[in-house]
């Protein structure tokens, strides 16, 4: 196959290292879809970083679990934001720990609920308190109940750096819940005993309040009323 006169191989592994280090960023993206899904781990770990910061999102969708493996930390931090949003949760879900835990913030924040939603228990508790403050509100609002089960303290101490609070629902044994409020200055909480009606009621009746005072838009609310 020709592209503007250069010869793209179905294969890189009939290039020499300096023949793939010469590839131009619009010769990669040159390579068709087919191309790159023939791809071995191997050719793949011989990308360069811009090289790989070339590679179109329907390059990106093509790529198999064994060029996912092969990608290196410094493959990872050349993704583009952009990049990083289009990988399918297929694809994220290939990627191991290492490789999840060597995202930015940045990049972290760039992608959807969906994809979070598709990280292990482990992958969540690996990430750092910074990866977790660069998640937006609607991240974390679209989190399914088991990727926020998943969140370790030092998941929920990067949460200080935000202005978010988590109302928490634990539900014991016995069938009595504690319910407590999150905040960034309290990111941690002690189980208690069964509390009564009381001071449930108490934490709902604090949250509501708080909600509405500390909210300018519910005041304009409360006084157009």
Do not use: M
């Not at 109302?167 to 200055?185: K, M």
């Amino acid at each position: 196959e020709r592209w503007r006169g250069v010869r793209v191989p179905s294969c890189l592994f009939s290039l020499s290292d300096s023949q793939i280090a010469a590839l131009s960023t619009d010769q990669v993206q040159g390579f068709s879809t087919s191309q790159i899904a023939a791809l071995t781990g191997a050719d793949f770990a011989r990308l360069a970083d811009t090289q790989i910061n070339a590679l179109t999102a329907s390059q990106l969708v093509v790529l198999s679990s064994t060029n996912l493996a092969a990608l290196s930390t410094s493959h990872l931090s050349a993704f583009s934001g952009t990049q990083i949003a289009g990988l399918t949760s297929t694809a994220l879900g290939n990627l191991n720990d290492t490789q999840i835990d060597s995202l930015s913030a940045s990049q972290l924040g760039a992608l959807s609920s969906t994809n979070l939603n598709t990280l292990d228990k482990t992958a969540i508790q690996d990430l750092s308190a910074a990866q977790v403050k660069g998640l937006t509100a609607t991240q974390l609002g679209g989190l399914s109940s088991t990727a926020l089960g998943n969140l370790g303290t030092t998941q929920i101490a990067g949460l200080s750096a935000t202005t978010t609070d988590v109302l928490v629902r634990l539900e014991r044994l016995d069938g009595t819940t504690q319910v407590t409020r999150l905040t960034p200055s309290a990111p941690s909480f002690v189980v208690e005993a069964s509390p009564g009606v009381l001071e449930v009621a108490r934490t709902y009746v604090v949250l509501g309040v708080e909600h509405i005072l500390t909210g300018i838009d519910h005041l304009l609310f409360v006084l157009a009323l």
